[in-house]
Nanobody, 121 residues
Framework: QVQLVESGGGLAQAGGSLRLSCAAS????????MGWYRQAPGKQRDMVAT???????QYSDSVKGRFTISRDNAKNTVYLQMNSLKPEDTAVYYC???????????????WGKGTLVTVSS
């Protein structure tokens, strides 16, 4: 069992910055790919960024150049640095963990409960 707890959400102005944190506990391992997803009211939950244990990253086109995902394996924590925020970034941001071995998803996909990010114009 893996538990994920997000923090760092809040209110920011357009052009401002926020840093989200996701603390993982339980049976987390270096094989887990960590990610951030977001869901705005009335919309689907979309991938924002993912990062492997080795530090390989992937970003959605809408956040490339503005957001940076990172992880501290020693602390079992993943971060999302959000710069140049836009009103359309407003959403609940969720942390996700899934074990990936040889490119295959293994076992349970774990989700945090989310943290709300609101960007005013």
């Amino acid at each position: 069992q893996v538990q994920l707890v997000e923090s760092g959400g809040g209110l920011a102005q357009a052009g401002g910055s926020l840093r989200l944190s996701c603390a993982a506990s339980g049976s987390i391992s270096s094989d887990h790919v960590m990610g951030w997803y977001r869901q705005a009211p009335g919309k689907q939950r979309d991938m924002v960024a993912t990062i492997t244990s080795g530090g390989r990253t992937q970003y959605s086109d809408s956040v490339k150049g503005r957001f940076t995902i990172s992880r501290d394996n020693a602390k079992n924590t993943v971060y999302l640095q959000m710069n140049s925020l836009k009103p359309e970034d407003t959403a609940v941001y969720y942390c996700r963990a899934v074990r990936v071995v040889s490119g295959i998803l293994i076992g349970t996909i774990y989700w945090g409960k989310g943290t709300l990010v609101t960007v005013s114009s």
